[in-house]
């Protein structure tokens, strides 16, 4: 009697993610020279503090929109004070929400 392993579906990695961040320099005229740094690769998932850091939005404000379920997350864990992890692509449709209604994050 042979024993045969289950065969999973091949799935394709997710496309890499890329920040290309902004460089500020303060030029001795007293001038700025903004330029672009070195990219990045980035994660597909964000946690709130870094929800917090691209949105202007706080912290309590973001879990409650999660626990809502206005803003698509995942815990790590099934327990309420898991680590919550976000979609990137949330950050982009809360800011487009944001500029459709009129407010500045």
């Given at each position: 009697?042979?024993?045969?392993?289950?065969?999973?579906?091949?799935?394709?990695?997710?496309?890499?993610?890329?920040?290309?961040?902004?460089?500020?320099?303060?030029?001795?005229?007293?001038?700025?020279?903004?330029?672009?740094g070195?990219?990045?690769?980035?994660?597909?998932?964000?946690?709130?503090?870094?929800?917090?850091?691209?949105t202007?939005?706080?912290?309590?404000?973001?879990?409650?929109?999660?626990?809502?379920?206005?803003?698509?997350?995942?815990?790590?864990?099934?327990?309420k004070?898991?680590?919550?992890?976000?979609?990137?692509?949330?950050?982009?449709?809360?800011?487009?929400?944001?500029?459709?209604?009129?407010?500045?994050?």
């Amino acid at each position: 009697m042979s024993i045969t392993k289950p065969i999973m579906p091949a799935t394709t990695p997710p496309e890499p993610a890329f920040r290309v961040p902004v460089i500020k320099m303060r030029q001795p005229d007293g001038s700025l020279l903004v330029k672009a740094g070195r990219p990045e690769v980035v994660d597909g998932e964000v946690t709130i503090a870094e929800f917090h850091r691209e949105t202007k939005v706080s912290k309590r404000y973001i879990a409650e929109l999660c626990e809502q379920g206005h803003i698509k997350h995942r815990r790590l864990s099934p327990k309420k004070d898991s680590k919550i992890l976000i979609p990137r692509s949330e950050i982009d449709r809360y800011l487009n929400l944001q500029d459709d209604q009129g407010y500045t994050a």
